[in-house]
DNA sequence: ATAAGTATTGCAACAATAGTGCATTAACTG
DNA sequence: CAGTTAATGCACTATTGTTGCAATACTTAT
């Protein structure tokens, strides 16, 4: 178990108050988040100041970006090790229409897709909307 | 060679000056096109014009928007008998990082994905990005 | 310890996209 | 032709994302 310094550390991001608190709401949280989360949960933080940290985040490759189709962009953890890109992560996302949240399958790889003549694929996002497992059995 | 009108009679769109000419554009166009290209085509007409009756065009199903993940939504023409839903389509997107055009490869069909239990899909997005033949080959 | 330099934060402002309310105009129906 | 419905134009709003810049906080060298 981690401490969160130390997540930060090992990231080469400077454990600030505000990162501390961010990080550990994203860790709390299952699913992914967006900015607007952040802004709701800190409600007396500046919302610059939680658009930089993700930010900072996304380039320090703690957290990965998610476009999920619902034009706004979403945040979740990286994978310990992950190899991911900045923009995307190979991995494939779901969408619930119910709960509407959006859920890192990072079990689930995207398959391979290949392309016509000419195209070079350089990133693949891959989004799944749908009935999430919690709301399917519930 | 249906004219604009019949293509807009067949589904059930009434054939308006604006509607004409914004199917015309789209039908000229070979890659998807956002609601600002149509702006900037038609830069005497309304915005709300425009975005109406890109509306309508979706509704009807006589195009099919996409997220390219560049934030902005894309529009294009909807196969014939194409059964897209309202939101996306089955074939998959290709988006070129060089031109920026977004390309419907509407030959290739997004494969068979398997979701982990509980997961009920009902809608898939993919999006390549890359180069696209053109840029690639000049 | 102090001063200088660097990194972070807070505030204000801006831009782009998307969307709505309502009055006006055009088209259709009897 | 009058009455009804559909389409358009204008103004305004909301949300998301983003930047400039001044004020703090933190770090490092004297
Ligand atoms: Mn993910
Ligand atoms: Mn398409
Ligand atoms: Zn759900
Ligand atoms: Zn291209």
Redesign the interface.
Known sequence: MKTLEKILENNKVKPTAMRLLVLQFILRKKTALSLSQLENYFDNADRTTIYRTIKTFVEKGLVHQI?D?T?VTKYALCEENCECEI??DLH?H?HC?KCEETTC?T??KI?Q??????????????????????C??S
Chains 1, 2 share one sequence.
């Open positions: 476009d189709g034009g923009e995307t494939l779901f229409t399958l079990e689930h398959p897709i290949n392309l016509p003549e000419g195209f070079i694929a350089e990133n693949i996002n891959l989004v799944v909307k749908g009935i999430c497992d919690k399917s059995t």
